[in-house]
């Protein structure tokens, strides 16, 4: 049985994501399937090669107050095929300290 270092949460929510770590370029669009301190579960129509790294962008609009906009970089830690989309599995790596407290917020709103 897996076992993981902090829960996981179940959200629907957009996700902007740069691979390879270019966050000034092209942004590929998804959906958060998951979420938790330690990274996130994305649903995308496009692949990711595992290992890859990336910069992701993504905030709780719908939140009242609203909460803040996480910025981060991770890597692909797990990329499979779900039906015509792609399951990617994100470890955060880097988070600056706003981002770290928006995400704490949304875990605690979810949690």
Do not use: K, W
């Not at 949460?9 to 330690?38: H, K, M, P, T």
């Not at 095929?81 to 792609?86: E, I, K, L, S």
Request: charged share 25%.
């Amino acid at each position: 049985m897996e076992q993981r270092a902090s829960p996981r949460f179940r959200l629907n929510q957009a996700i902007r994501l740069s691979v390879d770590g270019d966050d000034a370029d092209e942004y590929l669009s998804a959906e958060i399937f998951d979420l938790s301190l330690e990274g996130v579960g994305i649903l995308s129509d496009s692949p990711v090669p595992i290992l890859s790294p990336m910069f992701l962008m993504f905030g709780f609009p719908e939140e009242e107050p609203p909460l803040g906009l996480v910025r981060c970089e991770g890597y692909a830690a797990r990329s499979e095929a779900v039906g015509d989309r792609y399951l990617i599995g994100v470890r955060f790596t880097s988070m600056d300290s706003d981002s770290t407290l928006a995400l704490h917020d949304c875990l605690d709103s979810l949690g």
